[in-house]
């Protein structure tokens, strides 16, 4: 996790939140330096984490996790981490036969309705379990990214019903938290897209939005970040608090400064 | 804003992800019980426990909740799913019994036009707003409000217009000179549209806080479809200036302006000439003519 990340979110790994949503999303950037964020954030706090990565292996995950102190190979091995490899699962959904309904069945339908089968999957794998296991501190579901399921041929509805779900399951009744990552198409007028990133803008309690550089690419600041805590249900007499950072990413380690302020140029 | 409660028919309340509006339909819903109305709530998007959350036993026990959040579409097969989904809980609604003023607020209109088809969602909700005549009944007519909440940015024009035509009052929050307002769009039968602009907070209670709002000639005339922008809502500096800041810059003396010792001081005396010239240019006429009066002794 980086640290500086945690400064701006006044959050620390054994002060972390109960029944939030976290929305992260970029435009014109690369924002999954937050998805690894939050991967190992959870993990340093003894989460019980279950990880939906459709974008990339699980040992890219790993390699970057390591550098940030979390090692998936053991914390899936003690059972902290659940994580569903989509890029590998995927395979097995049309090349292995099938006695239960697989979490990706629906790539197998031509009509799929919706992402029952995965809500089921992610249900089963943060229910709290009884048998001597270590106690973890609350589940966690983070998914990397929605926006595939989107470009897989799922109705932006499906998406959104299977979010909904997922709170009820890990905000509502687990008293978990749930980290989610959209890409914004900005200009490319996808409807879909934006009606998925609206919705669930809607939802959540924190929204952490990465955007490219207006002037283009830069060597010392990589991006802009905008932090909104949102208060879904909170009275308008205490305003939603909007931060915005400029950050670069390094090898180990994300820093971030006030905007103009980079290292570089003062 | 209270007028809203005082007509029945829909409203409309238009929020964005910016300026959220349960936090006002929560305040509405706190009046209406307080006027000893029956409310009655379905709720799709947040817990019975989140949505009753800030309301005291007084408004409580007068909700009827209905609630779509934890299994809209029966996927738990527990039972527990409401019978016939989204339109069964809506029809449940319409054939309810009780007499008197009636508040209905759908959290929100939003959850139900994604999953319900345009047209039967707006039958459905013409029929719950037009409950006040009740046809070969002899029972008193009585007034029905609905309450919608709705998220603009995740419909197109064709469903907003639909929802539009059927609404007598349109709220559409936002901003206003940084405090949160409502734009309030009203078209009752056989009268002209009304706008106005009404400045507001709400309180932890829900309760509602109006603020006087601004000048009348300030006030744009605003399409409802359109959100009004402000410019002041990224700037970095300040535009105006406070009273002892005006003060501090009219009694600013600046370079360029001499006062009349300092125009005097700057007239050099060549001869019988007096030439108003610069100070860097008096030093230089200055050494010219003293050189030239040692070249001449």
């Given at each position: ?87 590998k699962s995927s395979v097995d959904v049309f090349f292995q036969a ?169 | ?110 959850w139900l036009l994604l999953h319900l088809p345009c047209t039967m ?69 056989r009268q002209r549209p009304t706008h106005q602009t009404q400045l ?98």
């Amino acid at each position: 996790m980086f640290p500086e990340l945690n400064n701006l979110l006044n959050t620390t790994p054994d002060r972390a939140e109960q029944g939030k949503l976290t929305l992260l999303c970029d435009v014109k950037t690369d924002g999954s330096f937050l998805v690894h964020h939050f991967l190992s954030f959870y993990l340093k706090a003894n989460c019980k984490v279950c990880f939906v990565a459709l974008i990339q292996s699980f040992s890219h995950y790993n390699i970057v996790g390591q550098k940030l102190g979390v090692n998936l190979t053991m914390a899936r091995e003690r059972g902290q981490l659940v994580f569903l490899e989509g890029l590998k699962s995927s395979v097995d959904v049309f090349f292995q036969a099938q006695k239960e309904p697989h979490p990706l069945q629906f790539l197998r339908e031509a009509n799929a309705g919706n992402l029952q089968p995965l809500y089921e999957f992610v249900r089963e794998a943060l229910k709290p379990v009884n048998n001597g296991e270590a106690a973890w501190r609350c589940p966690v579901l983070l998914v990397d990214d929605l926006s595939v399921l989107l470009s897989l041929g799922m109705g932006v509805v499906a998406v959104l019903d299977f979010i909904h779900y997922c709170r009820v399951a890990v905000c509502w009744e687990l008293k978990g938290n749930m980290v989610v990552l959209v890409h914004d198409s900005d200009d490319a007028e996808d409807e879909e897209n934006d009606i998925l990133l609206n919705g669930l803008s809607h939802q959540s309690h924190l929204i952490l939005r990465a955007e490219g550089l207006a002037t283009g690419f830069c060597r010392d600041v990589h991006g802009q970040l905008r932090i909104l805590w949102r208060r879904p249900s909170q009275p308008t007499a205490q305003r939603d608090r909007s931060l915005t950072y400029q950050y670069k990413i390094q090898d180990k380690s994300v820093s971030f400064f006030a905007k103009g302020m980079s290292p570089a140029v003062l | 804003m209270l007028d809203l409660l005082a007509v029945g028919g829909l409203v409309l309340l238009r929020d964005s992800v910016e300026w959220e509006g349960r936090s006002l339909l929560k305040a509405l819903i706190k009046k209406s019980a307080l006027c000893g109305e029956q409310v009655h709530i379905l709720s799709c998007e947040v817990s019975e426990e989140e949505f009753r959350e800030g309301f005291d036993s007084d408004v409580n026990n007068r909700l009827v909740y209905y609630d779509l959040f934890r299994d809209p579409l029966n996927w738990s097969k527990t039972g527990e799913a409401f019978p016939g989904g989204p339109l069964g809980a809506l029809r449940a609604i319409c054939k309810r019994t009780d007499s008197g003023p009636v508040t209905i607020a759908l959290d929100s209109l939003s959850w139900l036009l994604l999953h319900l088809p345009c047209t039967m969602l707006c039958q459905t909700l013409h029929a719950l707003s037009r409950q006040d005549v009740c046809p070969g009944d002899s029972s008193p007519v009585r007034q029905v409000r609905v309450l919608g909440l709705l998220h603009e940015e995740l419909h197109g024009p064709g469903p907003m217009a639909a929802l539009s035509s059927l609404a007598q009052t349109e709220v559409t929050l936002s901003c206003t000179m940084g405090q949160a307002s409502a734009h309030i769009h009203c078209q009752r039968p056989r009268q002209r549209p009304t706008h106005q602009t009404q400045l507001f907070s709400i309180l932890p209670d829900f309760s509602l806080d109006l603020q006087e709002g601004p000048p009348p000639e300030s006030q744009p005339h605003l399409d409802p479809h359109t959100p009004p922008v402000d410019p002041m809502a990224h700037l970095t500096f300040n535009l105006r200036l406070s009273n002892k800041e005006r003060e501090a810059k009219d009694s600013l003396t600046l370079p360029f302006q001499f006062s009349s010792e300092k125009n005097s001081r700057l007239y050099c005396t060549l001869g019988q000439v007096r030439l108003p010239v610069t100070s860097s240019m008096s030093q230089m006429l200055m050494m010219t003519w003293t050189k030239k009066t040692q070249m001449t002794t």
